[in-house]
């Protein structure tokens, strides 16, 4: 085991007068006397209490917010408040220098817009250590929970050479040159002469590659990056963010729905358990937060209060039919507050329905299920009216649809025809057919918007702040 000085490890260890050394960045200098040191092991600071008569006072001056510092002392019982110990310092070496005037991270409140402009450092900040802690917590639990449940994970490609998913405009891989782009006799860019002889992009979901794979090993997941280039700049969108995809065999739509159910309150839970310092702090960041909006736009609940709600509430079951004339129904849809109007069946449900329906009408997380097949993807699994399919959408408050998933279409001719009506080749998924070719199953899976997830988590209004680097259009800095 490697030693651990963490200070997260020395603020849980009795003040016992040890010798110890820790590393870290400079919060506060007070009174040349009490450095507030962290390290991004814990939201907690380390007080380091400096024998300033006996330190050189060219040291003292070289100890200001954002310096990285090495600090030897005893680990003792805290005189102060708000800390069980603290180091008596003994020597203070400055590993590297920062400079007070102009590091952008003082230590009071920015602007998180301020803040994504300086995303190479926001995580010194407590509320993005906090949400970045809380991700990769996140993102343990998500594989903690799927190795407990007899998942294997699959690294599904990044780069595909099928379009067929329909999920969203995607980004060409090339290594042609742009200028002179070789062209075929007809005059367009002739792609076998590109790098895989072939039309390749970023992958925008796992998915039909984990199905062949659930086909084998029957219970899967796949979780990675996916990109979308859909020109929508809101706060729910990025043109790059992570899926989580699980993929099981002889699932149909109710077990899908019972494993998604299962799957989200588990890592709650988790968190809920292993990130309480983290939760803890945003809760009251929240909180504060909700007061400054008007009283209509509050959230009624605290954070912690919205987590431990979606953990004891059943996620309710509604099809699109009876969501549909709920919303017909619905005061904002007569009074004609929608944007989108809801007046004819088979239209599809924008962000603003969803949250009525989670927020307004149920007020519990809600699971829409066999949607209009016209408005779902060639793969969902065509129900006997002939017109809706075995979708399913998980919506939470705040958040809007979360997971999209489906029963497949396991039926070989059906898939068949539902691919030639769309005019794609089916030459081009001839090994995703060949699975209904050889042992077809029924199956079930989802996708899980990893980011709205944490949003969910950690209470981030934006999608930016949950992702270190966010892509977005016209935005790829760092
Ligand atoms: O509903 P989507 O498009 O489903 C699929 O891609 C399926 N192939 C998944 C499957 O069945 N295996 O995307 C799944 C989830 C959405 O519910 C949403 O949470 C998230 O991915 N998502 C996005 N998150 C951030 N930015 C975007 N541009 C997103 N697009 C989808
Ligand atoms: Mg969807």
Redesign the pocket.
């Known amino acids: 085991m490697l030693m651990n000085n963490s200070i997260k490890t020395l603020l849980q260890t009795e003040p016992n007068g040890a010798k110890v050394n820790v590393k870290g960045w400079v919060k506060t200098f007070r009174a040349n006397r009490f450095i507030a040191l962290n390290d991004g092991s814990t939201i907690q600071n380390l007080q380091c209490v400096v024998d300033f008569d006996n330190t050189d006072e060219e040291l003292l001056k070289r100890i200001t917010t954002g310096a990285a510092i090495s600090v030897t002392g005893t680990l003792e019982a805290s005189q102060g408040k708000g800390q069980k110990v603290e180091i008596q310092v003994d020597k203070i070496e400055v590993l590297g220098d920062s400079d007070p005037e102009v590091y952008p991270i003082q230590p009071k409140k920015h602007s998180f817009e301020f803040l994504r402009e300086q995303a190479h450092l926001r995580v010194r900040t407590q509320t993005f250590s906090a949400v970045m802690r809380l991700r990769s917590l996140l993102s343990f639990a998500i594989h903690q929970y799927f190795n407990e449940n007899g998942f294997y994970y699959v690294h599904t490609p990044i780069i595909t050479g099928s379009d067929a ?1 329909g ?1 969203g405009e995607m980004f060409r891989v090339s290594t042609l040159p742009l200028k002179n782009a070789p062209k075929t006799e007809t005059g367009e860019i002739d792609f076998s002469e590109d790098f895989f002889g072939k039309e390749t992009n970023l992958t ?2 796992g ?1 039909l590659e ?1 199905e062949t794979y659930a086909m084998a090993l029957s219970k899967v997941y796949t979780f990675g990056p996916t990109f ?1 280039a ?1 020109n ?1 700049n809101t706060a ?3 043109a790059e ?1 992570w ?1 989580v ?1 699980p ?1 099981v065999a002889f699932n149909d739509l109710d077990a899908n729905m019972d494993l998604a159910e299962d799957f989200i309150q588990y890592v709650i839970r988790y968190v809920l358990e292993h990130g309480k310092e983290d939760l803890e702090f945003l809760n009251e960041r929240f909180v504060k937060e909700e007061a400054t909006k008007p009283q209509n736009q509050r959230s009624e609940w605290s954070l912690l209060e919205k987590l431990q709600f979606v953990l004891e509430s059943q996620f309710k079951r509604v099809s699109y039919t009876e969501a549909y004339e709920i919303l017909r129904n619905s005061k904002p849809n007569k009074k004609k507050k929608f944007q989108f109007p809801v007046n004819e069946w088979g239209v599809d449900l924008q962000s603003e329905h969803e949250r009525y329906l989670v927020e307004k009408h149920f007020k519990s997380p809600v699971i829409l299920f066999d949607y209009p097949a016209n408005i779902k993807a060639f793969y969902m699994r065509l129900n006997d009216d002939g017109k809706t399919v075995r979708a399913m ?1 998980v919506l939470f408050p705040g958040i809007g ?6 029963q497949r279409e396991e039926r070989l001719d059906v898939l068949k025809e539902k691919i030639s009506k769309l005019g794609i080749d089916e030459k081009e998924l001839w090994w995703y057919l060949d699975t209904r070719r050889f042992g077809t199953a029924v199956h079930s ?5 990893f ?2 997830l944490v949003q969910f988590v950690t209470g981030m209004s934006n ?1 930016r702040d949950v992702i270190p680097y966010p892509r977005t259009p016209q935005n790829a800095e760092f």
């Open positions: 998913e999920a925008v979901s998915q984990a979308r859909e929508s729910r969108h990025l963010f899926m995809e993929e959408d649809e979360i997971v999209g998933g489906s899976g989802f996708g899980l918007g980011e709205r999608i």
